[in-house]
Nanobody
């Protein structure tokens, strides 16, 4: 079992920045991909970015060039640096760790971009 705890959400003005963090505990030995998803009100959860155990990254087109995903040295932490934030980035952001057989989710952290 893997437990994930996110932090770093908040309210920011358009054009601002936030950094989300996600710390994992438990059996992370089999984890091969970590990522961030988001869900805005009335919309489906969508992929934001992923990073694999070999540090290969993938981004949604809507965040390319603005967001950067990275891992901590201890391999149990993943970050999402969000720059040039837009109102349409407003959503609950969820951390995700996955192995070949299981997906694990954090509780979510709210990001609100508003003037």
């Amino acid at each position: 079992q893997v437990e994930l705890v996110e932090s770093g959400g908040g309210v920011v003005q358009p054009g601002g920045s936030l950094r989300l963090s996600c710390a994992a505990s438990g059996n992370i030995f089999s984890i091969n991909t970590m990522g961030w998803y988001r869900q805005a009100p009335g919309k489906q959860r969508e992929l934001v970015a992923t990073i694999t155990s070999s540090s290969s990254t993938n981004y949604a087109d809507s965040v390319k060039g603005r967001f950067t995903i990275s891992r901590g040295n201890a391999k149990n932490t993943v970050y999402l640096q969000m720059n040039s934030l837009k109102p349409e980035d407003t959503a609950v952001y969820y951390c995700n760790f996955r192995s070949r057989s299981s997906w694990y989710w954090g509780q979510g952290t709210q990001v609100t971009v508003s003037s």
